[in-house]
């Protein structure tokens, strides 16, 4: 009996150890996800490609006249200016992004390229658009520069210039 009961504590034993195992790994885990989130990633292939996306997410923000990417990436102290010259903070961008004058068929950024400095990076993309302005059907291409800063909340827009181009010219030599 008392073996019985030796063998009865070394199983409990066992099985306890291997319940408390059991809690730790999924803490382990769980601690290492978190890191993985909020670590920033340093593979610049990694960022750059962060950058095509949030590029091309601009553009169809543009296209769908929703200001909501802007509010979430564009920084609070944005400067850019227009293609006409004119200089926007972010409220202004995006009210020019907002506003109903313009309605865009297409919307696409291509040509991207980025560069990435630490924690700053520059893309620089061609816009195409076909757009309704007054009733009446208008193409137009221009070339978009955005400085970026790499912060806690992620890649964030800084900066922007748009230039818009000539008729005959747009598409990369």
Known sequence: MKRIAGLAVVIIGIALALVSQGQVRPEAWRQACVERCYTANTDPEVQRQEI????????????????????????????????????????????????????????????????IY????????????????????????MRAMHVYLNGAGGWHVISGQNTSLPPDVGQPL
Request: charged letters at 20%; one cysteine or more; proline letters at 1%.
């Open 52 to 115: 095509v996306s949030l590029e091309r997410e601009g553009a169809r923000a543009i296209q769908a006249s929703n200001g909501t990417f802007f509010r979430r990436v564009y920084g609070d102290d944005f400067a850019g200016t227009l293609s006409h010259g004119q200089t926007v903070n972010k409220q202004q961008w995006i009210a020019v992004v907002e506003a109903p004058a313009v309605t865009y068929q297409s919307f696409i950024a291509s040509d991207i390229k980025v560069r």
């Open 118 to 141: 630490q924690d700053m990076a520059i893309a620089m993309c061609l816009w195409s658009s076909r757009s309704v302005i007054k009733g009446q059907n208008v193409t137009h291409q």
